[in-house]
């Protein structure tokens, strides 16, 4: 298996442009999770899917930020519109039930200038 | 709610021995994990602990979890230059989830 396969690595955008992050979990794990990692805030949980159903969106920090899993194989995190404050690296990490804890993709750097 | 919580730095020189402690509030956790992340990486999963353990050892890798306490360390044995990174506690909560601290960062000097 490849793991958890995200795109871009690194986006760099302009304030106020869409940005779209994109995350291919396990195939076979049935939850998905957005992370952000920040210097100043560390790991937040944005939102996580069980079965590609949306169960807690409490983390994500504003209207601006809206995710979808239109399929097990597939999920996305859109920002629009971005601001620099947005900058960060953001992971995508999926799991099974049953199986021990999550894994993680090697995260996308964005960077809102 | 649910909180983790680590010191945020420890230094040792190579060969000597690492302990990196956390504390955590769920009492109810069922599994307890550390990951490692290197510079410009995910997160690793490197061990993890059945909450009704009280160690686990792995190679170079120790963890020893007080339920009472609330205290999970994990102990690296002969730290080596590749061991330097940024190690997370978590915890299992309801739902799948996990919570994590705001990681530890690990210097091997040489």
């Known amino acids: 298996d490849a793991g958890v396969i995200q795109s871009p690595r690194h986006e760099v955008t302009e304030m106020g442009q869409e940005v779209t992050l994109r995350c291919k979990p396990i195939?076979?794990?049935?939850?998905l999770f957005w992370y952000r990692q920040t210097m100043m805030r560390g790991l937040e949980l944005l939102i996580y899917?069980?079965?590609?159903?949306?169960?807690?969106d409490s983390g994500m920090p504003e209207d601006r930020f809206s995710a979808k899993m239109p399929n097990a194989s597939f999920s996305t995190l859109k920002i629009q519109p971005s601001e620099p404050r947005d900058s960060a690296v953001y992971f995508c990490?999926?799991?099974?039930?049953?199986?021990?804890?999550?894994?993680f993709g090697s995260g996308t750097r964005l960077t809102v200038v | 709610g649910e909180d983790v919580e680590q010191s945020l730095f420890l230094s040792v020189r190579e060969g000597d021995s690492s302990v990196i402690n956390c504390t955590y509030t769920d009492s109810s956790s069922t599994y307890l994990y550390w990951y490692k992340q290197e510079p410009g990486a995910g997160l690793q999963l490197l061990t993890y602990?059945?909450?009704?353990?009280d160690m686990k050892q792995d190679q170079r890798l120790t963890v020893l979890l007080n339920k009472k306490d609330k205290h999970l360390s994990l102990r690296i044995a002969d730290t080596q230059t590749g061991d330097s990174a940024i190690y997370f506690c978590a915890e299992s909560i309801p739902g799948n989830k996990l919570v994590f601290g705001a990681g530890t960062i690990l210097r091997v000097k040489s």
């Open positions: 602990i059945f909450s009704n353990m």
């Open positions: 195939s076979g794990h049935n939850s």
């Open positions: 990490a999926s799991s099974a039930q049953g199986l021990y804890g999550y894994t």
């Open positions: 899917f069980n079965n590609n159903v949306p169960i807690d």
